[in-house]
């Protein structure tokens, strides 16, 4: 079958030219719009952006050999055919963001956005089964929550979309306003604020002001979603206030919250939980493990109140949730004739998700329901925390302790130190970089052990995952949980 054929029109030349202001050589009509040529789908509209390294111009060619059904430029390209489908414009990212606006202008979606310094991307997840369910549903990919990453998700919204999904992140202040501001969002949940990229702000205070410009892109009629258990909550309600946000909703714990949670039960695999929506009793189960996931089920719940949609219907659909990869997938291998449980959360570490993980380490079992011989983490940087990342780091002793984690292995100078602040029975090993630790910690693991493996981006955790799968021969099952 022909894929672009498979796929509804999303963008026309005629109106492709009313978004961004540019010029339509050959009419030509989109089924998608992509900005990596190396995973462009037949009928995308490729965007030839430019980055640190590459200029996506270099690659048109490419993109339309594979099938793109035009490509977005800003300067000629030498040896293109005359005939070449393309979108002339002035700026290829001031483009995109055009796509976007345009996108967002008839305002036929209701819109959430997601930010907070931890729980994003599963957030947007749940709130991306739970409305889907119910109508027609478009949400971000991954964490495309950048300044490229959320205009190419608003620019791919259908029009006939009912609800929208959308992740806005940052690291520096002033970055959420403008995102939010494209995005327009009707309803948009702050799922924390805690010391992460604190490299970059002169305080956790300030943190909080910059995720609370998420509210710049709102209306008065809007819904404002805040955690009621953070301590910067009065903070967040105070910004939202300002901006004259008439719903300042909140969830978590706390017995004024208006998303309260009741009862929860951990499993390795799963959570049972019972909480009150805005009154109304809803007892559901996640489908992955971990608390900070059932405080996140609160926020995306209270989301789909705001919007009317219905909460039992969004509740049932978390038994479906699934950690993906990088955070929290765990795989099933077989190491000397053992199960060994592999859990991969290489893509990102901050204090709070580190212990977050932990905890989930904590209560990991085997596939047949036993607890492990060992549990093991391996531990690399966290990342942007600036004069506090000595501090940070030694700070995860407690939670390693807490958790009953039998043996550590740390990569990077912070992590390194925290290694050597640790009980002599609990150090598996250390080394200055991922690249190194592949080695001690592949010779150490054995049969019967759950590992995790986590770290900042930049510390690069995932060639460990990879060596752990390789070590242990693949036999890898992926489940939701131990």
Request: negative net charge; hydrophobic residues 50%.
């Amino acid at each position: 079958m022909n894929v672009a054929l498979s796929r509804p029109a999303l963008w026309s030349a005629a109106d492709a030219v009313v978004a961004t202001g540019g010029e339509a050589i050959g009419d030509w009509a989109a089924t998608g719009v992509s900005i990596d040529s190396r995973t462009v789908m037949p009928g995308d509209l490729f965007v030839a952006l430019k980055g640190p390294s590459h200029d996506g111009h270099t690659f048109v060619a490419q993109a339309l050999a594979q099938g793109a059904a035009a490509a977005m430029i800003d300067h000629p390209i030498a040896d293109l055919p005359e005939s070449a489908p393309l979108l002339l414009v002035a700026d290829t990212l001031d483009g995109l963001v055009g796509l976007g606006l345009y996108a967002r202008l008839p305002r036929r979606a209701a819109v959430v956005a997601v930010t907070g310094s931890v729980g994003k991307t599963s957030t947007k997840e749940m709130l991306r089964l739970g409305l889907s369910a119910q109508a027609a549903t478009h949400a971000s990919i991954g964490n495309l929550n950048n300044h490229w990453g959320v205009p190419l998700s608003l620019a791919r919204m259908p029009a006939g979309a009912t609800y929208g999904v959308f992740e806005l992140g940052m690291n520096h202040a002033g970055e959420i306003a403008v995102l939010s501001q494209q995005v327009k969002p009707d309803v948009a949940i702050i799922t924390a604020v805690e010391p992460v990229h604190i490299e970059f702000f002169p305080s956790v205070e300030a943190i909080a002001d910059a995720k609370a410009e998420i509210f710049a892109g709102m209306s008065p009629p809007g819904a404002a979603i805040l955690n009621r258990d953070n301590a910067h909550f009065p903070r967040l309600v105070a910004h939202a206030r300002t901006r004259g946000i008439s719903r300042v909703w909140s969830f978590g714990e706390h017995e004024e919250a208006d998303a309260r949670l009741i009862d929860c039960s951990l499993h390795a695999s799963s959570s049972a939980v019972t909480a009150d929506i805005k009154g109304e009793i809803v007892q559901y189960s996640i489908g992955a493990p971990g608390r900070h996931l059932v405080a996140n089920s609160l926020a995306m719940l209270l989301a789909v109140r705001a919007l009317g949609a219905d909460v039992a219907t969004a509740a049932r659909e978390l038994a479906r949730i699934e950690a993906i990869k990088g955070r929290g997938q765990r795989r099933v291998l077989a190491l000397g004739g053992e199960p060994l449980v592999l859990i991969d959360e290489s893509y990102n570490a901050s204090p709070p998700a580190v212990g977050a993980a932990l905890k989930v380490l904590a209560e990991a079992k085997l596939p047949d329901g036993k607890s492990p011989a060992r549990r093991v983490a391996v531990l690399g940087d966290m990342l942007e925390l600036g004069a506090r990342a000595r501090a940070l780091h030694l700070a995860l002793k407690s939670d390693l302790v807490a958790a009953g984690i039998d043996l550590v292995f740390c990569c990077g100078p912070h992590m390194s130190a925290l290694f050597e602040a640790l009980p002599p029975c609990m150090q598996g090993g250390a080394a200055p970089d991922s690249d190194a630790l592949v080695p001690i910690v592949t010779q150490a693991l054995r049969g019967g052990d759950v590992v995790m493996v986590k770290g900042s981006l930049g510390t690069k955790m995932a060639p460990l995952v990879a060596a752990i799968d390789a070590m242990a021969g693949s036999t890898a099952d992926r489940r939701k949980g131990g």
